[in-house]
């Protein structure tokens, strides 16, 4: 197993890294999930696009290029040129004596790795999600890799035996542990806006442009706890999750027998397509 720190392509246990690293101390950085399938790097653009907007917002001064030149040698050196595979990379503030202040001319900590991972064409998942506070912080579009609060909302989803967290805020549900979710009602798609309480899924804005190209209407507004019962279809999207019905949503079961609605069936049919 290969890992890609620094600039440099090692073994994992010889991929080490300082405890002063900030990323360590403070959940000081900013990390992306993405996956390689059969006709490349899914939205790559996308994502590394994503990671270089975090970078500026934190102000991590770095250039995703970077990044990106070092993906195809990563690959080859861990056999999985053109194969299946999730690709993580986190880039964080770099190493130095502890301190909240920010340090000056350290370069920042860089960390890729691919392991081998195979998605279905259709997630077949008829998920079970729980609804839980969301206690996170107020700057939820920045993809910190300080997930406190989202592994606690995970981790409550296990223990009661579902498979993901929907999160509850002011009585909002803005989104999963580690996904975004939807609604249908009468044929109209609805999602949280991509503000400051959600983070803006690649998966989330594929769905919104194949709402526009199938003629789907969409409506970006946050849908209250008590709206659920009242909705037709959910679904979660993220990049591993892609697209995945939910059939029990808290107290309301959306369907029985292992049925899925129309429009989430639909768009996971066009979803499908854009691998081949
Ligand atoms: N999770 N919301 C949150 C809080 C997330 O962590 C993620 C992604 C998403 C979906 O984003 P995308 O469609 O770009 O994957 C939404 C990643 C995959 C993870 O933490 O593993």
Known sequence: EKVFLNGEIVSAEDAK???????????????????????????KKAHLDRLQDNLNKIGIPYDVKN????LEPLLKASGLTEK???????????????????????????MMYALPYALPLINPKHMKAILAPDFRWHRCDIKS???????????AAM????????????GMISEGSHTNIFFVKNGTVITHPADNHILNGITRMIVLALCQNLDISVIERPIGEDEIEHMDEAFFT???????????????????????????????????????
């Open 145 to 155: 890799i300080s997930l406190l609060g989202n592994i606690m909302a995970n981790e």
């Open 159 to 170: 223990n009661d035996l579902a498979d993901e967290a929907a999160l509850v805020r002011d």
């Open 67 to 70: 990044i990106d030149d070092a």
């Open 238 to 276: 993220g990049t591993t999750t892609q697209i995945a019905s939910i059939a029990i949503l808290g107290e309301h079961q959306f369907y029985e027998n292992d049925n899925i609605g129309k429009t989430t069936k639909r768009l996971q049919e066009t979803f499908a397509k854009l691998r081949t």
């Open 84 to 110: 299946s595979c999730l690709i993580y990379m986190q880039v964080t503030r770099g190493t130095a004596p502890r301190k909240h202040s920010c340090p000056k001319d350290v370069p920042a900590s860089v």
């Open 17 to 43: 890294i300082s405890v002063f690293d900030r990323g360590f101390l403070f959940g000081d950085g900013i990390y992306e999930v993405m996956v390689q399938l059969e006709n490349g790097i899914f939205y």
